[in-house]
């Protein structure tokens, strides 16, 4: 119950300091990220398996490049 309270109170100081249209703002503000966050995840794990295809493409390249070297 004191939760709750709280958090009414909370509420009602931002209201009163920021007004609504500007803790309504907060509120969406807030939804959004934690809606994004699942997303920055995915594109996190995306960043690692392309950096390590890269290298493994990268280090193919190489070994390609100096084999042509030798070779002329």
Do not use: C, H
Request: aromatic share 10%; no cysteine.
């Amino acid at each position: 119950m004191i939760g709750f309270y709280l958090t009414t109170t909370i509420i009602i100081l931002m209201v009163a300091y920021a007004g609504i249209e500007n803790t309504t703002n907060l509120f969406v503000y807030i939804n959004l990220q934690i809606r994004y966050l699942p997303l920055r995840v995915r594109m996190e794990f995306m960043r690692r398996k392309l950096k390590r295809q890269l290298d493994i493409d990268k280090e193919g390249l190489m070994n390609r490049i100096q084999k042509n070297a030798k070779d002329s």
